[in-house]
């Protein structure tokens, strides 16, 4: 299994928009409707913003999104907020032979 | 809410093993809806999925750590263990555990202890 591709870094000014991409393949990203993406501040455990594609757990808020076309799923922060600013992993199911992958992370910076 | 909580040894020496507890609390690790997990991340570095097991036992391994890692669940206990042999020092990361769904939810990480740093060094 191999990671999936994310940009190492993100930033928009607060009130934009700022969407994070996130590549794999047609085996894990693009063979199932799976994929999740996780925020991570510095020094705190990942916590579940997306899954299943576009589905946001309760709490979440609805500035989150989430989307997916071919072997690219993407997240897309509106309305940027300075508490967002953080790391951002997406993660997918990659077969039921295998466990989840992950992306790189992408850095977000709200300027 | 369930939460889970990492306890274990901070600082393990070269070619030890790295042993580390997830302690369940507000809820059953026999849960038949979660399946929980190791997930590492090192020092200024990414997620690594370590492995995971269902409350019957049944485990999932890295490829990679195959080798050297057992996963364990005691159900009496509520908690589930992590065992990774032979360590070095590229194995120094943050250590979390988490519950997630299983095949029917895409593996969806939905609960996520505080983590703990397992340093390797002699």
């Known amino acids: 299994q191999s990671a999936l591709t994310q940009p190492p870094s993100a930033s928009g000014s607060p009130g934009q928009s700022v ?9 894990d990203v693009g ?4 994929v999740s993406w996780y925020q991570q501040h510095p020094g705190k455990a990942p ?26 799923a993407s997240l897309t922060v509106s ?19 295998n466990l989840g992958v992950f992306g790189g992370g992408t850095k977000l910076t709200v300027l | 809410q369930l939460q889970l909580q990492e306890s274990g040894p901070g600082l393990v020496k070269p070619s030890e093993t790295l042993s580390l507890t997830c ?15 190791w997930i590492r991340q090192p020092p200024g570095k990414g997620l690594e999925w370590i492995g ?12 990679s750590l195959k080798s050297r890692i057992t996963i364990s669940v005691d159900t009496s206990q509520n908690q589930f263990s992590l065992r990774l042999s032979s360590v070095t020092a590229t194995d120094t990361a943050v250590y979390y555990c988490a519950g997630h769904g299983g095949f029917s939810s895409g ?8 983590g703990t740093l397992v340093t390797v060094s002699s």
């Not at chain 1, 979440?60 to 071919?70: H, L, T, Y």
């Not at chain 2, 593996?107 to 505080?114: A, H, K, P, R």
């Open chain 1, 47 to 72: 916590k579940l913003m997306i899954y299943e594609v576009n589905k946001r757990p309760s709490g979440v808020p609805d500035r989150f999104s989430g989307s997916k076309s071919g072997n690219t």
């Open chain 1, 31 to 34: 063979g199932y409707n799976y």
């Open chain 2, 107 to 114: 593996w969806t990480l939905d609960y996520w202890g505080q």
């Open chain 2, 23 to 37: 302690t369940g609390s507000g809820g059953s690790i026999s849960s038949s809806t979660y399946y929980w997990g």
């Open chain 1, 19 to 27: 969407t994070i991409s996130c590549t794999g393949t047609s085996s």
């Open chain 1, 79 to 97: 309305g940027l907020q300075a508490e967002d600013e953080a790391d951002y992993y997406c993660s997918s199911y990659a077969g039921s032979n």
């Open chain 2, 52 to 63: 995971s097991i269902y409350y019957t036992g049944s485990t999932y391994y890295n490829p």
